[in-house]
């Protein structure tokens, strides 16, 4: 069993498995994750394998279209997980127990500062240093001080937040789920469409209804960004959260973040003569939408003709057009005109939400919180100072050491005994 807590507890190991951990994650942001079958068979085909073999079977097979859900990759993050755990009861505990510990008997061969002063100078010395938040302990005539112990507690407090890390990512691979949905405007719905889903995610039967979408533009016809009204409601449909999201600024509900992703436009209202109201959907053509562009056919009994509605998103501009191509009026989306007795009074969009559940989100911030603490932790030194005397006379010997930043321990200690040696007025 020691043998095996030993294996796991060595560093070549763990930077074996930090590595490997590092390149299947690096494949995960190469291959695009959680698509379905036919889009890892259009865009890698058998036919043209990169290196012969990199195609969609091989990715299917080694689960590369969803690394983080994998079996094999959680397992990589739990054997790592584990070394940390033995290194840090194997290694990093006794090296905090022993730093704990008051060495009088010095045994280090090299140190970092060497220099004799008079034996009466030795209680002006103690009473300054202290003054630095050094802790002085004395066995007979022997003194033994140190400072910055909690240098050597970072390295422990660094392990605990990668396992805090791996937990939160595990937790999170496990239990959250993410959703996108494309939802038009005053419509209710609960969440459908996963495109990934962990093992013992419990997904949420939350109601959320699309008040209103709009999408604001620029003076020179570009978009600016475009809003989503949302309601959270609960189960006798009583809204109980209300928020307009948009790009970056997403609603947060429980363990629900609701993001504003995509967007579309469906159809158009038309009001007629004898108010009347239909609606016209628009032509899905993905050339069309591609370029951002909407075109639909409005039809006239009374003219017996019919006009093309092209509506450029992009822009925010409508254009009408006889089936001839003659241009009859360009206006702003906003922007309600008369059609030879046909009224446009509305746009039918939809908004594009991804609603997404993490619940080892707290764990990976607690992580990546305390390893920036752990970091800063790190830059302080451990320093350990030995005074002793010398056969019969009246001098004394001072050595010390430093974990870092041996030219300040040497400078301040040189100071101190200039300091002291300076007769006092």
């Excluded at 939809?350 to 992580?367: C, F, R």
């Amino acid at each position: 069993m020691i043998k095996i807590i030993r294996f796991f507890s060595n560093l070549n190991f763990a930077i074996s498995l930090l590595l490997a951990i590092a390149i299947f994650s690096m494949f995960g942001s190469i291959i695009e994750q959680d698509k379905n079958l036919s889009f890892y068979q259009e865009n890698y085909p058998v036919e043209s394998s990169l290196f012969g073999f990199f195609n969609w079977k091989f990715i299917i097979f080694l689960q590369l279209d969803h690394i983080y859900q994998n079996f094999w990759f959680l397992t990589l993050l739990i054997i790592f997980g584990v070394s940390l755990i033995c290194c840090t009861f194997l290694q990093q505990l006794p090296n905090l127990k022993f730093a704990r510990n008051s060495h009088f008997n010095k045994t280090k061969k090299n140190v970092d500062f060497k220099k004799q002063f008079s034996i009466y100078q030795l209680e002006k010395f103690i009473a300054t240093i202290r003054q630095e938040n050094y802790f002085v302990f004395q066995k007979k005539n022997t003194f033994y001080l140190t400072k910055g112990l909690i240098g050597r507690i970072s390295p422990i407090i660094v392990h605990f937040s990668i396992v805090l890390i791996l937990l939160g990512s595990i937790v999170a691979s496990v239990t959250g789920f993410k959703v996108e949905q494309l939802l038009a405007k005053t419509e209710i719905t609960h969440l459908q469409n996963l495109n990934s889903v962990g093992q013992l995610a419990r997904i949420s039967q939350q109601a959320i209804r699309v008040n209103d979408f709009w999408i604001t533009y620029r003076q020179n016809g570009k978009i600016k960004q475009f809003y989503s009204d949302l309601s959270i409601l609960n189960g006798i449909g009583q809204e109980i959260q209300h928020k307009i999201i948009y790009v970056n600024k997403p609603l947060l509900y429980n363990n629900l973040t609701i993001y504003q992703t995509d967007w579309t436009f469906n159809g158009v209202r038309i009001l007629t003569d004898d108010s009347k109201i239909f609606q016209l959907p628009f032509i899905n053509k993905k050339e069309l939408i591609k370029n951002q562009n909407y075109i639909s056919i409005i039809p006239s009994k009374k003219l017996n003709s019919i006009f093309l509605l092209q509506l450029n998103s992009s822009r925010g501009n409508i254009f009408i057009y006889e089936l001839n191509g003659n241009l009859l009026s360009v206006l702003d989306i906003d922007e309600n005109f008369n059609l030879n007795q046909h009224k446009i009074i509305d746009l039918i969009t939809s908004t594009g939400l991804q609603i997404k559940s993490d619940p080892g989100i707290i764990y990976i911030y607690s992580g990546f919180g305390i390893l920036i603490l752990s970091t800063f932790l790190s830059y302080l030194s451990f320093s350990e100072i030995w005074i002793f005397g010398l056969s019969k006379n009246k001098h004394l010997k001072i050595e010390a050491i430093t974990s870092r930043a041996k030219n300040d321990l040497r400078i301040n200690l040189s100071r101190l005994l200039n300091i002291i040696s300076k007769p006092s007025i």
